[in-house]
T-cell receptor, first 112, second 116 residues
Framework: AQSVTQLDSQVPVFEEAPVELRCNYS??????LFWYVQYPNQGLQLLLK??????LVKGINGFEAEFNKSQTSFHLRKPSVHISDTAEYFC??????????FGKGTTLSVSS | KAGVTQTPRYLIKTRGQQVTLSCSPI?????VSWYQQTPGQGLQFLFE???????NKGNFPGRFSGRQFSNSRSEMNVSTLELGDSALYLC???????????????FGPGTRLLVL
């Protein structure tokens, strides 16, 4: 069965600093990978996704992620964060015909 | 284009009661999925409906059920509520092309259910 591990439950960072949110998945077959963001009292919004092709994926709000098949990782990065990036971030995996499996989430707290 | 809407947004019930939650997908979307979000278990998949048929099901007891109507609107029902059913219930819609899995899911704001 697929699973997703988000290695950090909380990541505090100062404004304008770079950030990396780590995600590892377990699957021996081709997968689709997603990062979603959830702001307080809201639903989830897609940041980016990897289906195939280039391993570097660019998303909205300046985020990007790199798919690393050998390390089964899909880490999310942003070179310079803003206060408004404070939110909970979820990594998710799926395969053809299956539902999304989410990680437990990482709370990103950006302070000035 | 309007997003995914869920009603009601908040709900308080007592143990043993039943509840029905509603989800209206984005216009043109044919697939609707439901998720339960709790602090302890995180986001867990309940079920997915496509063209009025359940296409995928998560590992939840039979007290959790759902259905989809011909206009793609969906409802989920929880019978004999337990304290542990307190959660944020999220609905997501997608176009429904292909077999799923690779499509972007668009989430609603959720229904927060509190069971007393």
């Amino acid at each position: 069965a697929q699973s997703v591990t988000q290695l950090d439950s909380q990541v505090p960072v100062f404004e304008e600093a770079p950030v990396e949110l780590r995600c590892n998945y377990s699957s021996s077959v081709s997968v689709y990978l997603f990062w979603y963001v959830q702001y307080p009292n809201q639903g989830l919004q897609l940041l980016l996704k990897y289906l195939s092709g280039s391993t570097l994926v660019k998303g909205i709000n300046g985020f990007e992620a790199e798919f690393n098949k050998s390390q089964t990782s899909f880490h999310l990065r942003k070179p310079s964060v803003h206060i408004s990036d404070t939110a909970e971030y979820f990594c998710a995996v799926s395969q053809a015909g299956t539902a999304l499996i989410f990680g437990k989430g990482t709370t990103l707290s950006v302070s000035s | 284009k309007a997003g995914v809407t869920q009603t009601p947004r908040y709900l308080i019930k007592t143990r043993g009661q039943q509840v029905t939650l509603s989800c209206s997908p984005i216009s043109g979307h044919r697939s609707v999925s439901w998720y339960q979000q709790t602090p302890g278990q995180g986001l867990q998949f309940l079920f997915e409906y496509f063209s009025e048929t359940q296409r995928n099901k998560g590992n939840f007891p039979g007290r959790f059920s759902g259905r989809q109507f011909s206009n793609s609107r969906s409802e989920m029902n929880v019978s004999t509520l337990e304290l542990g059913d307190s959660a944020l219930y999220l609905c997501a819609s997608s176009l429904g092309t292909g077999t799923g899995g690779q499509e972007t899911q668009y989430f609603g704001p959720g229904t927060r259910l509190l069971v007393l």
